[in-house]
């Protein structure tokens, strides 16, 4: 086991009617001026941003809207919102809705106290000291951004996504979680949230670091409840158990507790953020193609992980022995659980039937270097080889 | 699943070395003056108090030591701690040991600022405001303190032993945990934590909420790396990965992530309770004795979640349709493993030939109200059963 350094700060507030102790909490936190940041409006048509508004206001503190934030969040929110923040003295950001709301606001938070450019922290050339405290109420369970320090940011010029990571200054002080609130998703979303949350987990659990038993194990119980919670919520979308299973597994899958201890490889997020940035499709949707194209070269260059994982969360038996057979047997398992979802697996089925293979690569090592993944290195052939898997 | 809070703040620094860094962790909290606690001298044989020490000096932080404080620990260490952090000036409070100096440490934090007597929170006459901060270097994995918002103390006058729950209040700042630390303990001591350990997950997996998923599977996670790295420290107690994989567990087992959403038992830790108080035995021994007993009880009235626990955890296979049955296996099982670590499973083992179950019984419902228990609740005809269970 390596060494480790873990703290998770953020308060989960989580169950039903969560939402309505923002006010408080904000206020918890000696906040009376805060920036809200929020997606494309269905936050207002549900009635959800006028409800958490008016917790603000019955604890007096101020607030300005920034609507808005698109999937896959660009550079251009995150200044407009700086630009607030400074005109305005905000002394807080709250978030409300998923990932690229939360991933804006903690862009926001981390540039308003820093005299360069906030790109500079993505592009590795600084590193965040100070933040102003985030605060969330999350709408979509997928990319467990309410429990994580990270946050992920396109940059426009050339289209640059990239995701940074922080150890605390970026974690949420709070979270409010009511599964309620995600009971209106569309089944696409839903389905693709499950699939990033599996990948963090996939991530993390694809390791070279032997001996981590108990992360495993608590690895392996998470993606479990996943599999077993999924089907429900495809099923009936207000089961609120289901949702709530779902919820908090999305949590735990970030927040660094199926990591600790072991090193991490990422590579399916790195090939996915490309796939992303140049073809604009759901970042979800593109892990589940990924993720099986990434597993199945790996079950011919490192198989034992992948075996592990389909013995004891597939249920594959009976190939003792041969690593290989029985990770490729938990890689056809995975593609079925994922078009069960309604889930692509395949770039055609997401949509990209004529991939520039060539550029994705080519942006992918620009980005992250020549040579990438904890679990396994890859080069340019390599990662050539696996964008070809998944066409 | 139950609506929940959870936060827990506690920066874990794991692995080699770790416990160097106590004095720029307290450094980092603006400490200048602490009081150093710990046990019955084996820190100062081992010369890890030196170790300790001597980085506080590095930051130039004052201490005075408290040590002498026995497992089962009592009031009156408490009460000379609080006036020796009065008298002194102290900030805030290093405990170097496992849960009996990390729980001494927490009360006379929560106590320092009280203007009552301490005994008050335990009590239940008053709840925990504020308290110094405390942190730890831990030796022992087995109470899981190092990580929870808990404290157990024993009150003289009576033998009371309570456990006292805070959410936020006495959770640890710090835990430096260096799995190297815990090479030294004797075998007793090692299994006593194991079952310690298992036990917390235990109580709160023995639980009427239904449909907590995500919950049972992290639970089950935990449980089975015990099982699967116990035999390895018992076999080689120098072995690095395993104990590191045994110190993570124990800790995961109580800082309260097996419990999120559900009402959770306790009545095993309450049973016990009084087996130490009234007959000084080792915390967890007692536990190896008690929870069979218990679940055997609950095998017969609601054998539900035992069976659940036997299939998914101890592998019982082919009894579909016979939960008790299920739950009988699984308890043979336990019993069978914790024999396999030197623990007793019967009070006789225990070293209690002819136990006062009445007084056990009194003390019991005395303390802790006439019907106890989450996941069943149970009366005096009740508890009487189970402690003779366990004779």
Redesign the interface.
């Given at each position: 086991?390596?060494?480790?350094?873990?703290?998770?700060?953020?308060?989960?507030?989580?169950?039903?009617d969560?939402e309505m102790q923002a006010g408080t909490e904000l206020r918890r936190l000696s906040l009376n001026n805060v920036l809200v940041c929020y997606g494309q409006g269905s936050v207002i048509r549900s009635g959800l941003l006028q409800r958490v508004l008016s917790t603000l206001e019955n604890e007096h503190i101020a607030h300005t809207e920034l609507g808005g934030i698109e999937p896959n969040p660009t550079d251009p929110k995150v200044r407009e919102g700086i630009g607030i923040c400074r005109s305005k003295g905000i002394d807080g950001i709250l978030a409300v809705g998923g990932g690229s709301a939360i991933d804006t606001a903690k862009a926001i938070a981390a540039g308003v106290p820093y005299d360069g450019d906030f790109w500079d922290f993505w592009a590795g050339k600084a590193t965040v000291e100070k933040a102003l405290p985030v605060g969330v109420v999350l709408t979509i369970p997928a990319a467990g951004s309410e429990g994580s320090g990270n946050s992920v940011i396109t940059l426009l010029d050339g289209m640059h996504k990239i995701s940074l990571r922080t150890d605390f200054a970026l974690r949420p002080k709070f979270a409010l979680m009511n599964?309620e609130l995600t009971f209106t998703l569309p089944p696409a979303q839903t389905a693709a949230g499950i699939a990033d949350m599996m990948a963090h987990i996939f991530e993390r659990y694809f390791s070279p670091t032997?001996?981590?038993?108990?992360?495993?194990?608590?690895?392996?119980?998470?993606l479990?409840?996943i599999i077993?919670?999924a089907p429900k919520v495809m099923a009936n979308p207000t089961d609120?158990?289901?949702r709530?299973?779902i919820m908090?597994?999305g949590t735990?899958a970030h927040n660094g507790?199926c990591g600790?201890?072991r090193k991490e490889d990422w590579v399916s997020h790195f090939m996915e953020h490309e796939l992303s940035a140049v073809y604009g499709v759901t970042h979800g949707a593109g892990l589940a193609v990924i993720l099986p194209a990434w597993m199945t070269f790996m079950a011919h260059h490192s198989p034992c992980k992948g075996a592990q994982l389909s013995r004891r969360v597939f249920g594959v038996t009976g190939l003792e022995g041969n690593d290989t057979g029985a990770a490729l047997e938990g890689i056809s398992r995975l593609k079925t659980f994922f078009k069960s979802l309604g889930l692509p697996v395949t770039m055609e089925e997401l949509g990209i039937k004529d991939p520039d293979i060539d550029l994705l690569v080519k942006k992918l090592h620009e980005n992250k270097g020549d040579e990438i993944g904890g679990y396994y290195r890859l080069r340019s052939p390599q990662t050539t080889e696996i964008y070809n898997l998944a066409r």
């Open positions: 086991m390596d060494n480790f350094t873990y703290c998770t700060p953020t308060k989960y507030i989580f169950g039903k969560a599964p032997a001996d981590v038993e108990i992360t495993d194990r608590v690895s392996e119980g998470v479990t409840a077993e919670e609120y158990e289901a709530a299973n908090w597994s735990l507790i600790t201890g």
